[in-house]
C-alpha cells in the first residue's frame, strides 16, 4: 500500500483525473461487453494466424455470461481458458458439438462422446496442431469467456470472421455430429 500513496499524491496535484480516468477504465473492463485477444499458435489455421511469419492475429469478442451460454452454436469461435491449464494459457476453438449431441471422433480415446449439460466439444480448424477436445475431451461452457467476432489485427486481415464449411476437404480430420438428444431442463 505504501507504493500506491505516491501515486495518489501526484492524482491529487492533478485535481484527481488521473484517479478517475483509472477508476473509469476499471470499471469499463469490468462492464464492456467486448475484449481484445491475441491468438497464439497454428491450431486455428487457417481462419486465425493463417501465416507462418510469427505474426499473431488480435480478435474482438463478446463477453458471454452463463445466462447467455446457451446462445452458443456449431461452428462458433470461442475463447475458453485451457482445461488442462486452467491458471494459465487461453484457447480460441470452433464449437463442433453442444449438450446432447453425440460426436464421432476421430482422434479422442472414446470414438463415440456423448456431450454433457453444460459442456461443448471444441476443435481447432487444423488439426494436426490442434490440442483441443480430442486431448481433453468435452470443456465445461463455464471456461469459455466469449464469442470471438472479429480480426482486428494485422490491418491486411480487419474483419468479420467467415463461417467456415465443416464438410470442407478436412473435414474427415475434425469430430462429426452423430445425432442429438435434447436433454431435460
Same mark, same amino acid.
Given at each position: 500500500?505504501?507504493?500506491?500513496?505516491?501515486?495518489?499524491?501526484?492524482?491529487?496535484?492533478?485535481?484527481?483525473?488521473?484517479? @478517475?480516468?483509472?477508476?473509469?477504465?476499471?470499471?469499463? @473492463?469490468?462492464?464492456?461487453?467486448?475484449? /481484445?485477444?491475441?491468438?497464439?499458435?497454428?491450431?486455428?489455421?487457417?481462419?486465425?494466424?493463417?501465416?507462418? &511469419?510469427?505474426? =499473431?492475429?488480435?480478435?474482438?469478442?463478446?463477453?458471454?455470461?452463463?445466462?447467455?451460454?446457451?446462445?452458443?452454436? =456449431?461452428?462458433? /469461435?470461442?475463447? @475458453?481458458? &485451457?482445461?488442462?491449464?486452467?491458471?494459465?494459457?487461453?484457447?480460441?476453438?470452433?464449437?463442433?458439438?453442444?449438450?446432447?449431441?453425440?460426436?464421432?471422433?476421430?482422434?479422442?480415446?472414446?470414438?463415440?462422446?456423448?456431450?454433457?449439460?453444460?459442456?461443448?466439444?471444441?476443435?481447432?480448424?487444423?488439426?494436426?496442431?490442434? @490440442?483441443?477436445?480430442?486431448?481433453?475431451?468435452?470443456?465445461?461452457?463455464?471456461?469459455?469467456?466469449?464469442?470471438?467476432?472479429?480480426?482486428?489485427?494485422?490491418?491486411? =486481415?480487419?474483419?468479420?470472421?467467415?463461417?467456415?464449411?465443416?464438410?470442407?476437404?478436412?473435414?474427415?480430420?475434425?469430430?462429426?455430429?452423430?445425432?442429438?438428444?435434447?436433454?431435460?431442463?
Amino acid at each position: 500500500m505504501a507504493y500506491i500513496r505516491p501515486i495518489l499524491k501526484g492524482a491529487a496535484a492533478f485535481g484527481g483525473s488521473f484517479v @478517475a480516468v483509472f477508476a473509469g477504465l476499471t470499471v469499463a @473492463a469490468d462492464v464492456c461487453p467486448y475484449y /481484445i485477444d491475441t491468438v497464439s499458435g497454428g491450431s486455428m489455421k487457417p481462419t486465425l494466424n493463417p501465416r507462418d &511469419n510469427g505474426t =499473431r492475429d488480435r480478435v474482438l469478442a463478446k463477453r458471454l455470461t452463463m445466462e447467455q451460454a446457451d446462445k452458443l452454436q =456449431r461452428g462458433d /469461435i470461442v475463447d @475458453a481458458t &485451457n482445461p488442462r491449464n486452467p491458471h494459465g494459457d487461453k484457447v480460441v476453438k470452433r464449437i463442433i458439438a453442444l449438450p446432447g449431441d453425440s460426436v464421432l471422433t476421430p482422434r479422442y480415446h472414446d470414438e463415440v462422446v456423448k456431450i454433457p449439460r453444460y459442456h461443448c466439444w471444441v476443435e481447432g480448424d487444423h488439426p494436426e496442431t490442434s @490440442a483441443d477436445s480430442n486431448y481433453y475431451g468435452p470443456i465445461p461452457v463455464e471456461l469459455v469467456h466469449g464469442k470471438v467476432m472479429f480480426v482486428v489485427w494485422p490491418p491486411t =486481415r480487419l474483419g468479420r470472421l467467415a463461417e467456415r464449411d465443416l464438410s470442407g476437404p478436412d473435414a474427415h480430420k475434425m469430430s462429426t455430429v452423430l445425432h442429438h438428444t435434447p436433454l431435460p431442463r
